[in-house]
């Protein structure tokens, strides 16, 4: 038998979980007048001892757990700052003492070679995070004034050499 504890309506199918009139859950009665009133009852709650402590203090000198792990995210982190001026810089002034005699198109690469690296400086110093390659711009700043002085020097020795002849 199966009783409704909300209406108290009987039932004495034993297939039947939920009452016929409100829904609520059926409750098997117990024969005996002693016991329960509903064998469905659960137990009474149990109080069990206080909780185990599981990381006392003298643990702290042993390995600390793993981190959890994160995602990371590569598309708004660059790699590795970015170099380009100071790239430019060097080449340009490696390319004015080298080739930049001929046709005296060093002219052109030397001082192009110090404005590159002295922008490329400027950008290191408002942010180091997202610009690098501040040896880089300072080579190719002193290799643009390198050609310049030399070329200045081999000016002014042809002019003395053509004002002696």
Do not use: H
């Amino acid at each position: 038998m199966k009783n409704c504890p909300k209406c108290n309506r009987t039932y004495s199918d034993p297939d039947l979980n939920f009452c016929l009139e409100d829904g609520e859950l059926l409750m098997t009665m117990s024969s005996d007048p002693f016991q329960r009133p509903y064998a469905d009852d659960p137990p009474p709650t149990v109080i069990m001892d206080q909780a185990r402590i599981t990381n006392p203090v003298s643990w702290s000198n042993q390995a600390q757990p793993p981190m959890q792990w994160q995602p990371q995210q590569l598309a708004s982190v660059p790699s590795s700052p970015n170099q380009t001026l100071g790239i430019v810089s060097l080449i340009l002034g490696v390319s004015s003492v080298t080739v930049g005699w001929c046709c005296w198109i060093g002219v052109l690469l030397g001082p192009a070679a110090i404005v590159t690296g002295v922008i490329g400086l400027s950008q290191i110093k408002n942010d180091p995070r997202t610009y690098g390659g501040k040896g880089l711009a300072i080579a190719g700043i002193i290799a643009g004034i390198l050609y310049l002085i030399l070329a200045a020097l081999l000016f002014i020795v042809s002019m003395l050499g053509s004002a002696f002849n």
